[in-house]
């Protein structure tokens, strides 16, 4: 009644480390010679985007008509951008100014709603999606739950402030999700405006514009006066067209939750953006541990829409329940289907919440268990000591630690007690946080316990280089 990951991953021509996170997201633990159970391959198979069907009582086969897309298929879909920087430069203000710009929105006539996301139509014809919730926190809180639905982020400075703590928070968490960024310099418009610090400022930060002989691209805008907005969307576009962003619209829809409430007449309301495939009114879909058909559909502007293509973002009416941002969502063949995920994941959550502490143990055993079963090729660091020299120190000495198997990077090696924000940073990364003569601050060890993240302290360098090389060859033993 088993299949192994291995088998699995060959039936869906998937790779085993993107079966075995999958497997991870369902609370389930296993390496590639391990065997899961049928109902559990079901899900796995459901989520891979195929269709499955139980040959006999155990045994799942896998269809694979127009699931695996083929190339032929693919078609250029438009960017996600997630727009970040420090508070007031102009983040929300720029989405404002952007939003205007879409051709669509003066023909809907409606006043735009706030669905979490929007799209811009250019009088090109191109298109772009925006997601309206600046700042790195939501940004980071759907990596977390496994979602990445940014392709670019734009970073907003204020020309007349400069590089700012979150400026670099946001560059940090760009980086580490591997999200090309496009610097924004904001409020070129005010007298004191010095865009050129700016890019002087980013250097030390490893962001190199063009103008510095680097590759990132930079626009000096004004949310304020509407001014350089065009420039900015062009080098989204370019951005875009060097991402080569594809996706197959002919086959059942898959993306993620963006958003979600409970609305008082309508009832559970989700925003969701598509990612692959098309969504239509009618389609059953499942969204973390909810479900249901969906009754209708609306744009940003409030309006009826039929069906969502990728990269499009709608607001959705008839989940069972709403939904987590980041979540994932999947449209399957029918209710009953759709309840039996629903229910199993259920089960699989209290179950995983039964299990005293298992999220405290979580991150750390599963990683060991990869990099043993040889699917981890990283691992990921994030190193806060008291001065900065430690910092630098121990992050010279851990990434040479790396061997043929299993590379190390450092996320961040910096100076201070660990925050809330390096703990968000390091569950979205998979990674370890290293306190070097520093502690974590109490909502960071909150955090760190609910969301199973691993802090270790040091007060000895070669200790640090000890674990970690333990950790790299997949032997080093939890604390707890
Ligand atoms: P956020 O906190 O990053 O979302 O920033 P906001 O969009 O709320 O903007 C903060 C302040 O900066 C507001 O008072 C805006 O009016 C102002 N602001 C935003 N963009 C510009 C701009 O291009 N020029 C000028 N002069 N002010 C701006």
């Given at each position: 009644?088993?299949?192994?990951?291995?088998?699995?991953?060959?039936?869906?021509?998937?790779?085993?480390?993107?079966?075995?996170?999958?497997?991870?997201?369902?609370?389930?633990?296993?390496?590639?010679?391990?065997?899961?159970?049928?109902?559990?391959?079901?899900?796995?198979?459901?989520?891979?985007?195929?269709?499955?069907?139980?040959?006999?009582?155990?045994?799942?086969?896998?269809?694979?008509?127009?699931?695996?897309?083929?190339?032929?298929?693919?078609?250029?879909?438009?960017?996600?951008?997630?727009?970040?920087?420090?508070?007031?430069?102009?983040?929300?203000?720029?989405?404002?100014?952007?939003?205007?710009?879409?051709?669509?929105?003066?023909?809907?006539?409606?006043?735009?709603?706030?669905?979490?996301?929007?799209?811009v139509t250019l009088p090109s014809?191109?298109?772009?999606?925006?997601?309206?919730?600046?700042?790195?926190?939501?940004?980071?809180?759907?990596?977390?739950?496994?979602?990445?639905?940014?392709?670019?982020?734009?970073?907003?400075?204020?020309?007349?402030?400069?590089?700012?703590?979150?400026?670099?928070?946001?560059?940090?968490?760009?980086?580490?999700?591997?999200?090309?960024?496009?610097?924004?310099?904001?409020?070129?418009?005010?007298?004191?405006?010095?865009?050129?610090?700016?890019?002087?400022?980013?250097?030390?930060?490893?962001?190199?514009?063009?103008?510095?002989?680097?590759?990132?691209?930079?626009?000096?805008?004004?949310?304020?006066?509407?001014?350089?907005?065009?420039?900015?969307?062009?080098?989204?576009?370019?951005?875009?067209?060097?991402?080569?962003?594809?996706?197959?619209?002919?086959?059942?829809?898959?993306?993620?939750?963006?958003?979600?409430?409970?609305?008082?007449?309508?009832?559970?309301?989700?925003?969701?953006?598509?990612?692959?495939?098309?969504?239509?009114?009618?389609?059953?879909?499942?969204?973390?541990?909810?479900?249901?058909?969906?009754?209708?559909?609306?744009?940003e502007h409030g309006k009826p829409?039929?069906?969502?293509?990728?990269?499009?973002?709608?607001?959705?009416?008839?989940?069972?329940?709403?939904?987590?941002?980041?979540?994932?969502?999947?449209?399957?063949?029918?209710?009953?289907?759709?309840?039996?995920?629903?229910?199993?994941?259920?089960?699989?959550?209290?179950?995983?919440?039964?299990?005293?502490?298992?999220?405290?143990?979580?991150?750390?055993?599963?990683?060991?268990?990869?990099?043993?079963?040889?699917?981890?090729?990283?691992?990921?660091?994030?190193?806060?000591?008291?001065?900065?020299?430690?910092?630098?120190?121990?992050?010279?000495?851990?990434?040479?630690?790396?061997?043929?198997?299993?590379?190390?990077?450092?996320?961040?090696?910096?100076?201070?007690?660990?925050?809330?924000?390096?703990?968000?940073?390091?569950?979205?990364?998979?990674?370890?946080?290293?306190?070097?003569?520093?502690?974590?601050?109490?909502?960071?060890?909150?955090?760190?316990?609910?969301?199973?993240?691993?802090?270790?302290?040091?007060?000895?360098?070669?200790?640090?280089?000890?674990?970690?090389?333990?950790?790299?060859?997949?032997?080093?033993?939890?604390?707890?």
């Open positions: 009644e088993t299949i192994t990951v291995q088998e699995l991953a060959n039936r869906m021509a998937a790779r085993v480390p993107d079966v075995v996170k999958s497997l991870m997201k369902l609370g389930v633990m296993a390496t590639a010679t391990q065997s899961i159970d049928a109902d559990t391959a079901e899900i796995v198979v459901e989520e891979f985007g195929h269709k499955s069907k139980r040959v006999s009582e155990g045994d799942v086969e896998i269809g694979l008509e127009g699931v695996v897309d083929a190339d032929a298929d693919m078609r250029t879909r438009p960017p996600v951008v997630t727009i970040m920087g420090h508070v007031d430069h102009g983040k929300t203000s720029l989405l404002d100014a952007l939003r205007s710009t879409s051709v669509a929105a003066g023909e809907a006539g409606g006043i735009t709603q706030h669905i979490g996301a929007y799209q014809g191109e298109r772009m999606t925006f997601i309206d919730t600046p700042g790195h926190e939501a940004f980071t809180a759907m990596r977390a739950r496994g979602a990445q639905v940014t392709d670019i982020v734009v970073l907003v400075v204020a020309a007349d402030d400069g590089v700012m703590p979150q400026t670099i928070e946001a560059i940090r968490h760009a980086k580490a999700a591997n999200v090309p960024i496009i610097v924004a310099i904001n409020k070129i418009d005010r007298p004191d405006a010095n865009p050129t610090r700016v890019r002087s400022e980013l250097l030390q930060y490893d962001i190199a514009v063009e103008e510095m002989g680097g590759e990132t691209q930079d626009v000096e805008v004004s949310a304020l006066k509407r001014e350089g907005l065009d420039r900015l969307q062009e080098a989204i576009l370019l951005q875009a067209e060097i991402l080569d962003l594809k996706a197959n619209p002919d086959r059942s829809a898959e993306g993620a939750v963006i958003e979600s409430r409970l609305d008082r007449g309508r009832g559970p309301v989700a925003t969701i953006l598509v990612q692959k495939g098309t969504l239509k009114q009618g389609d059953i879909v499942v969204a973390g541990t909810e479900q249901g058909r969906v009754r209708a559909m609306l744009d829409v039929t069906s969502a293509g990728p990269s499009v973002p709608v607001e959705i009416l008839g989940m069972s329940g709403v939904p987590s941002a980041g979540e994932a969502f999947v449209v399957v063949e029918d209710e009953g289907r759709a309840r039996e995920i629903a229910e199993f994941r259920q089960r699989r959550l209290r179950e995983t919440n039964a299990v005293a502490g298992a999220a405290a143990r979580g991150t750390l055993d599963q990683m060991l268990a990869r990099i043993q079963a040889g699917e981890q090729k990283e691992v990921a660091l994030l190193i806060k000591a008291d001065v900065q020299g430690s910092a630098e120190a121990i992050q010279a000495l851990v990434t040479k630690l790396g061997n043929d198997e299993v590379r190390v990077r450092v996320l961040l090696a910096a100076v201070g007690q660990i925050t809330e924000s390096d703990v968000q940073l390091a569950k979205a990364s998979d990674a370890i946080v290293v306190g070097f003569n520093v502690r974590a601050n109490a909502q960071a060890r909150a955090l760190s316990n609910r969301d199973g993240v691993d802090i270790r302290y040091f007060s000895i360098i070669y200790q640090v280089a000890d674990d970690i090389e333990k950790l790299v060859k997949g032997k080093l033993a939890p604390v707890h």
